[in-house]
């Protein structure tokens, strides 16, 4: 069973960036042909997804936060990342690590979510 969990501070200033891990158990992030993913959901507003990093190391961005996203991985500890710089109150949201197969629809295992506020 694939497990995902998030993890890092669940307060950050303005303009500081919001770093995020998602450590993943009981599968290896290279492993054909899973993409590992970012999604976000502000308050009252629906899902949003941010970008993925493939088992090959690939990586896309949502073009509405390309240049402020970042998202890397360790394969040696199974984990992934997300950075976004230059937050704003807006960035406020439940911040989930999830895996795409390809093979599937959607999304086909998730983290529980973690809270970030942005706020001074």
């Known amino acids: 069973q694939v497990q995902l969990q998030e993890s890092g501070p669940g307060l950050v200033k303005p303009s500081q960036t919001l770093s995020l891990t998602c450590t993943v158990s009981g599968g290896s992030i290279t492993a054909n042909y899973h993409y590992w993913t970012w999604i976000r959901q502000p308050p009252g507003k629906g899902l949003e997804w941010i970008g993925h990093i493939g088992y090959q190391g690939s990586i896309d961005y949502s073009p509405s936060l390309e240049g402020r996203t970042s998202i890397s991985r360790d394969t040696s500890r199974n984990q992934f990342t997300l950075q976004l710089s230059s937050v704003t109150p807006e960035d406020t949201a439940v911040y989930y690590c999830?895996?795409?197969?390809?093979?599937?629809?959607?999304?086909?295992?998730w983290g529980r979510g973690t809270q970030v506020t942005v706020s001074s």
């Open positions: 999830a895996r795409h197969d390809p093979k599937r629809p959607g999304l086909d295992y």
